[in-house]
């Protein structure tokens, strides 16, 4: 799926994303790491962790013939956590599907990011998301 995704990002293809809890989702690939990929559609720009990737519509077009690996080397815990100093709002979808989880970025540990809103706090599992648009 990396290589895919990759020359989805290098060709600045327009696709749909098939994503866990969300269905289809139309996109662009910006770029692509080890665990997710950044694109930007309608849920605004953010992150699909690449074990939430079910399917890739590339609207025809052949997929690539070669494999290759990301590249960023960066996992979806260390790019959330770049972003923690700037306290970013998200909505966080989890893989199970389901309604996002949103809130102000508060932190962010090895395998569990907390969510801050409106007086409650959130604590996910960085496993269990499949996706994250950066709302501010």
Same mark, same amino acid.
């Given at each position: 799926?990396?290589?895919?995704? %990759?020359?989805?990002?290098?060709?600045?293809?327009?696709?749909?994303?098939? @994503?866990? /809890?969300? !269905?289809?989702? #139309?996109?662009?690939?910006?770029? @692509? +790491? +080890?665990?997710?990929?950044? @694109?930007?559609?309608?849920?605004?720009?953010?992150?699909?962790?690449?074990?939430?990737?079910?399917?890739?519509?590339?609207?025809?077009? &052949? #997929?690539? +013939?070669?494999?290759? *690996? *990301?590249?960023?080397?960066?996992?979806?815990?260390?790019?959330?956590?770049?972003?923690?100093?700037?306290?970013?709002? %998200?909505? @966080?979808? &989890? +893989?199970? !599907?389901?309604? *996002?989880?949103? !809130?102000?970025?508060?932190?962010?540990?090895? $395998?569990? =990011?907390?969510?801050? $809103?409106? /007086?409650?706090?959130?604590? =996910? *599992?960085?496993?269990?998301?499949?996706?994250?648009?950066? %709302?501010?």
């Amino acid at each position: 799926m990396t290589a895919v995704l %990759l020359d989805a990002a290098e060709r600045r293809l327009a696709v749909r994303l098939r @994503v866990s /809890g969300r !269905g289809w989702e #139309p996109c662009r690939v910006t770029a @692509v +790491a +080890a665990g997710f990929c950044v @694109v930007d559609g309608p849920a605004g720009p953010g992150l699909v962790a690449t074990g939430a990737v079910e399917a890739v519509d590339l609207g025809g077009r &052949p #997929p690539p +013939a070669d494999d290759r *690996p *990301p590249t960023m080397d960066i996992d979806l815990a260390e790019a959330l956590a770049l972003m923690l100093e700037d306290r970013p709002e %998200l909505a @966080v979808w &989890p +893989a199970a !599907g389901g309604e *996002p989880l949103r !809130g102000e970025l508060r932190s962010v540990g090895t $395998d569990v =990011v907390t969510l801050r $809103d409106a /007086g409650r706090t959130v604590v =996910v *599992p960085v496993a269990a998301i499949a996706r994250v648009a950066i %709302l501010g």
